[in-house]
């Protein structure tokens, strides 16, 4: 069902994820009410703002890239830290994969919420999920609803934060992709950790990945072309 008269701001990764969250939303409000949104934040696989690009301008989609350099310099996280390993060893303390940077989502809704606000988009799309995920807590949806809260409070908006895949497995979203006919997209995400295309197959992300496109019955596009 396409909703009219809304807008939406779509955080868009270069991920699979993210992307699959795209064409959720394009079906949902319109491919001209949607808008595409990533963030320059250091990454060590930055080939992944490159996807984006090319993912938004063939979906037919406005797109915008965001500096924040603010994670590289804190460090001590595999994805921003080039010192670290990006095996998703778990810290001895937190018990969290060192692929995980605080904050990061958190911010990323932030600027996201912002920028929306300027532009009178109610709407906000984000890939994250607490089923078949990294461990991050910042994906769960108890962190979200409260996310969702703050922004509505310290910007007196009515803000919604949609997030499609938050109870889907990996295996779930290939469906779902295929099902948005978003399938073709994939062959322009990136997911790798190590930033390398084609992808290591190695590290938890790739992993994961090629574990959902497995359960699907389903060829990952990605893999195929490259």
């Known amino acids: 069902m396409t909703v009219t008269g809304d807008k939406a701001l779509v955080l868009l990764s270069g991920g699979q994820d993210s992307t699959t969250c795209l064409y959720w939303a394009i079906e949902r409000f319109g491919r001209q009410a949607v808008t595409a949104i990533s963030f320059d934040y250091g990454q060590r696989h930055?080939?992944?703002?490159?996807?984006?690009?090319?993912?938004a301008?063939?979906?037919?989609v406005s797109y915008v890239c965001l500096p924040i350099n603010t994670f590289?310099?804190?460090?001590?996280?595999?994805?921003?830290?080039?010192?670290?390993?990006?095996?998703?060893?778990?810290?001895?303390?937190?018990?969290?994969?060192?692929?995980?940077?605080?904050?990061?989502?958190?911010?990323?809704?932030?600027?996201?919420?912002?920028?929306a606000y300027q532009?009178?988009?109610?709407?906000?799309?984000?890939?994250?999920?607490q089923t078949d995920y990294s461990g991050y807590p910042d994906c769960r949806s108890q962190t979200i609803e409260s996310m969702q809260e703050t922004l509505r409070l310290g910007m007196e908006s009515d803000v919604r934060v949609h997030t499609p895949l938050m109870h889907k497995s990996k295996k779930e979203t290939v469906e779902l992709a295929r099902e948005?006919?978003?399938?073709d997209a994939m062959a322009d995400t990136h997911t790798c950790y190590n930033g390398v295309r084609p992808p290591c197959g190695e590290c938890p992300a790739c992993l994961l990945r090629a574990k959902g496109f497995a359960e699907a019955g389903v060829e990952d596009p990605l893999i195929r072309t490259v």
């Open 46 to 55: 930055r080939i992944e703002l490159d996807c984006a690009a090319t993912i």
């Open 119 to 129: 532009r009178r988009i109610r709407h906000l799309v984000t890939g994250v999920a």
């Open 180 to 183: 948005l006919g978003a399938l």
């Open 72 to 115: 590289a310099a804190l460090g001590g996280d595999a994805l921003t830290d080039t010192g670290v390993d990006v095996r998703g060893d778990l810290d001895t303390e937190t018990g969290l994969p060192n692929t995980f940077v605080p904050g990061r989502n958190l911010i990323f809704l932030s600027f996201a919420a912002a920028y």
């Open 57 to 60: 301008d063939k979906a037919g």
